[in-house]
């Protein structure tokens, strides 16, 4: 098993709909949990942090966590053709506080 | 301006030739982290350090090599031991160790063996 586990995609949503992505983690343990957006050939920016369980909204991106349940989610509200990039789910504390670990990413598609 | 710079951003490499992938920041943070990314992949980390002069092996480390003399600089080298270093080079830092801290990522640099 995956220490973060992401669906690749791609994930086609039309222009205005909300985009829901989801991750689980293995580490009961984990502290915190980042969403980083990456265009093709750049590299990952921050988008959300959460540490606490619950929702955690900024603009047009809600993050939510459960920790019972392991699993973390990113919802985009009125996405945007310029929202189309792989989303990677972040991780860290743990057995791996030092360290995040990162999922494989979710490419996600807005049509127009 | 802050921010963490990678050079340089494109490199091509023969085989059996050592190369150095330069990171610095000026962020006045801990923590400095290396990974590489393979198409379609995600980030795997190949070295981190997270205070000058002391560095640890992350998931991949093999025909990687790091220094940490200063805060601000943590390079990469990649050796002829590396089989396959074609890919994504990927520096990022942390203010501190401590578990709720955010990493933020330079511009990359893309290795090229010929």
């Known amino acids: 098993q995956k220490e973060v586990e992401q669906n690749s995609g791609p994930l086609s949503v039309p222009e205005g709909a909300i985009a829901s992505l989801n991750c689980t983690y293995s580490?009961?343990?984990?502290?915190?949990f980042f969403w980083y957006r990456q265009y093709s050939g750049k590299s990952p920016e921050l988008i959300m942090f959460i540490y606490s369980n619950g929702d955690k909204e900024d603009g047009r991106f809600t993050a939510q966590l459960n920790k019972a349940s392991q699993y973390v989610s990113l919802l985009i509200r009125d996405s945007q053709p310029s929202d189309s990039a792989t989303y990677l789910c972040a991780v860290r504390g743990g057995s791996s506080a030092s360290k995040i670990i990162f999922g494989s990413g979710t490419r996600l598609s807005i049509r127009p | 301006d802050g921010g963490i710079t990678q050079s340089p951003k494109y490199l091509f490499r023969k085989e059996g030739q050592n190369v150095t992938l330069s990171c610095e920041q000026n962020?006045?943070?801990?923590?400095m982290y290396w990974y590489r990314q393979d198409p379609g992949q995600g980030l795997r980390l190949i070295y981190y350090s997270q205070i000058v002069n002391d560095f640890q092996k992350g998931d991949i480390a093999e025909g990687y090599s790091v220094s940490r003399e200063k805060k601000e600089s943590f390079p990469l080298t990649v050796t002829s031991a590396q089989k396959n270093p074609t890919a994504f080079y990927l520096c990022a830092s942390s203010p501190s160790r401590r578990g709720t801290d955010t990493q933020y990522f330079g511009p990359g640099t893309r290795l090229t063996v010929l």
């Open positions: 580490d009961r343990g984990s502290q915190s």
């Open positions: 962020l006045n943070h801990d923590a």
